[in-house]
């Protein structure tokens, strides 16, 4: 069982940064992957970023490239998501979300956190 909680949403101007976080509890992290997913009303939820905890590779959707990085704290046991550049299209509810595979939908993931509202004011 793992169980996720986000913090760090907010309310930002564009261009402006946020950094999400993913505080996991779980018993091994050594084959856990752990990513970010969004939603908007009336829209599939769909895939930011993913990093593999045991060699922290990463993936991203291209809408982020270069604007948002992920990153995992071993001994905080956190996930990070840093959004820099941050523009309207990025407002929307951020979950957390983990399993034992790359999951780039949402049928891939195990588990999620409860979500956290990220709005970008134009």
């Known amino acids: 069982q793992v169980q996720l909680v986000e913090s760090g949403g907010g309310l930002v101007q564009s261009g402006g940064s946020l950094r999400l976080s993913c505080a996991a509890s779980?018993?091994?992290?050594?084959?856990?992957?752990i990513g970010w997913f969004r939603q908007t009303p009336g829209k599939e939820r769909e895939f930011v970023a993913a990093i593999k905890w045991s060699d922290r590779s990463t993936r991203y959707t291209d809408s982020v490239k270069g604007r948002f990085s992920i990153s995992r704290d071993n001994a905080k046991s956190v996930v990070s998501l840093q959004m820099n550049s941050l523009k309207s299209e990025d407002t929307a509810v951020y979950y957390c979300a983990a399993g034992w595979r790359w999951a780039t939908y949402t049928a891939e993931v195990d588990y999620w956190g409860q979500g956290t509202q990220v709005t970008v004011s134009s």
């Open positions: 779980v018993g091994s992290f050594t084959h856990l992957f």
